[in-house]
């Protein structure tokens, strides 16, 4: 498992190098007027394609080693890890051409997550088993196609989850990194050694485009490098409840609350003032904190302030995700505990995102 994170990591700081410095005319064509824009120069939204072209030759290593007559490692070259890979293509694909293009819309975006939905539950046999609540649990055994339903929902809609908090600088790549560990936390001390490697793998794989990304803002995830996160962790998370009924399925939910959470009340914050959920504006967490919270940068070189205050931005809200991830981690068995971080974690966001937005933060917190 360590041999495969050191290719991982090393194919994708590779393959990032290569896109940061050959690549770097390509992202003239992104706008300079969008309301997510924090940063100046022209910054390629690659990543996602080295981390995606990383997990594909790493799984390909796997391959060659089990060809050779070596199983030492965790991750086998079997039916599941290519159908597990074929799910992630419409979607991964989707992102990385509007990466590329800037033409995908949303709704067509929308669709092909949805596609990978579907073939992850025909091809994977994914379901939302159960929901750790009785009456819940009763609906689900007696129509099975609403845990279906569930799997395909989560599928979609996480990706795009991810992309919402990927505003900044290691934000969301740090996300992907610390659930990535606590899913991997649990699925080896069940000894599902075949899930925890693709999320180290993964993991990895996300550091080494951390390195071109944090803090020097030399490459961004894009669309595509959210779909990567989002539908590998979807995956597992699914998996790792499906295969082992000890984990709690609101264990993944609460490591996830922040991503999911910033994703609904976005969608009732634009509803609300009457604009669609799929317009982007300036309005999230991240976007506060770094306006309202983060101190100005005194620097004569504008580009390097803007990178600067950036760079600060992304700890508050890897601290926010520990708050959530450490009780999951602790708990994740329990489901009623569990529910219940839930719950005070969607209280905490709307409480700081209202004193935020009406200028009341305690001058500690400055």
Same mark, same amino acid.
């Given at each position: 498992?360590?041999?495969?994170?050191?290719?991982?990591?090393?194919?994708?700081?590779?393959?990032?190098?290569?896109?940061?410095?050959?690549?770097?005319?390509?992202?003239?064509?992104?706008?300079?007027?969008?309301?997510?824009?924090?940063?100046?120069?022209?910054?390629?939204?690659?990543?996602?394609?080295?981390?995606?072209?990383?997990?594909?030759?790493?799984?390909?290593?796997?391959?060659?080693?089990?060809?050779?007559?070596?199983?030492?490692?965790?991750?086998?070259?079997?039916?599941?890890?290519?159908?597990?890979?074929?799910?992630?293509?419409?979607?991964?694909?989707?992102?990385?051409?509007?990466?590329?293009?800037?033409?995908?819309?949303?709704?067509?975006?929308?669709?092909?997550?949805?596609?990978?939905?579907?073939?992850?539950?025909?091809?994977?046999?994914?379901?939302?088993?159960?929901?750790?609540?009785?009456?819940?649990?009763?609906?689900?055994?007696?129509?099975?196609?609403?845990?279906?339903?569930?799997?395909?929902?989560?599928?979609?809609?996480?990706?795009?989850?991810?992309?919402?908090?990927?505003?900044?600088?290691?934000?969301?790549?740090?996300?992907?990194?610390?659930?990535?560990?606590?899913?991997?936390?649990?699925?080896?001390?069940?000894?599902?050694?075949?899930?925890?490697?693709?999320?180290?793998?993964?993991?990895?794989?996300?550091?080494?485009?951390?390195?071109?990304?944090?803090?020097?803002?030399?490459?961004?995830?894009?669309?595509?490098?959210?779909?990567?996160?989002?539908?590998?962790?979807?995956?597992?998370?699914? !998996? +790792?409840?499906?295969?082992? %009924?000890? /984990?709690?399925? =609101?264990?993944?939910?609460?490591? $996830? #609350?922040?991503?999911?959470?910033?994703?609904?009340?976005?969608?009732?914050?634009?509803?609300?003032?009457?604009?669609?959920?799929?317009?982007?504006?300036?309005?999230?967490?991240?976007?506060?904190?770094?306006?309202?919270?983060?101190?100005?940068?005194?620097?004569?070189?504008?580009?390097?302030?803007?990178?600067?205050?950036?760079?600060?931005?992304?700890?508050?809200?890897?601290?926010? !995700? +520990?708050?959530?991830?450490? %009780?999951? /981690?602790?708990? =994740?068995?329990?489901?009623?505990? $569990? #529910?219940?971080?839930?719950?005070?974690?969607?209280?905490?966001y709307v409480a700081a995102y209202l004193v935020i937005v009406r200028f009341k933060l305690p001058g500690w917190i400055r």
């Open positions: 498992m360590i041999f495969l994170a050191v290719v991982a990591f090393l194919c994708t700081l590779i393959g990032a190098g290569f896109i940061v410095r050959r690549m770097r005319g390509h992202a003239k064509r992104y706008g300079k007027d969008l309301p997510q824009r924090f940063h100046v120069g022209h910054i390629p939204r690659l990543g996602g394609l080295a981390m995606f072209s990383s997990l594909v030759l790493t799984v390909g290593v796997a391959g060659v080693q089990n060809w050779w007559g070596y199983y030492g490692n965790a991750l086998h070259w079997n039916q599941w890890v290519l159908y597990f890979f074929m799910a992630m293509l419409p979607a991964v694909a989707g992102g990385i051409a509007e990466d590329m293009t800037q033409r995908m819309t949303v709704r067509y975006r929308l669709i092909l997550t949805l596609l990978t939905g579907l073939l992850a539950v025909y091809l994977l046999g994914m379901t939302v088993p159960r929901m750790g609540l009785v009456w819940m649990d009763a609906a689900l055994s007696a129509a099975p196609w609403l845990g279906m339903a569930l799997a395909v929902l989560a599928i979609a809609g996480l990706p795009h989850a991810f992309n919402i908090i990927d505003g900044y600088n290691g934000l969301a790549g740090m996300v992907a990194v610390i659930i990535c560990a606590a899913l991997t936390h649990v699925a080896l001390q069940l000894g599902d050694r075949e899930l925890a490697a693709i999320l180290v793998i993964t993991a990895a794989a996300t550091l080494g485009f951390m390195f071109w990304n944090y803090p020097m803002g030399q490459l961004f995830a894009g669309d595509g490098g959210a779909y990567v996160w989002g539908i590998v962790i979807a995956f597992c998370s699914i !998996t +790792l409840v499906q295969r082992h %009924p000890i /984990v709690s399925p =609101w264990f993944p939910m609460l490591l $996830l #609350i922040y991503p999911v959470w910033e994703t609904m009340f976005s969608i009732y914050r634009k509803l609300a003032r009457g604009d669609s959920p799929g317009m982007a504006d300036a309005l999230h967490l991240h976007q506060l904190i770094y306006r309202r919270i983060v101190r100005s940068v005194l620097d004569e070189n504008a580009a390097r302030r803007m990178l600067r205050r950036n760079n600060r931005t992304a700890p508050y809200l890897w601290a926010f !995700t +520990l708050l959530t991830v450490v %009780p999951a /981690v602790l708990f =994740w068995r329990n489901t009623y505990i $569990l #529910i219940g971080f839930c719950a005070l974690f969607c209280v905490s």
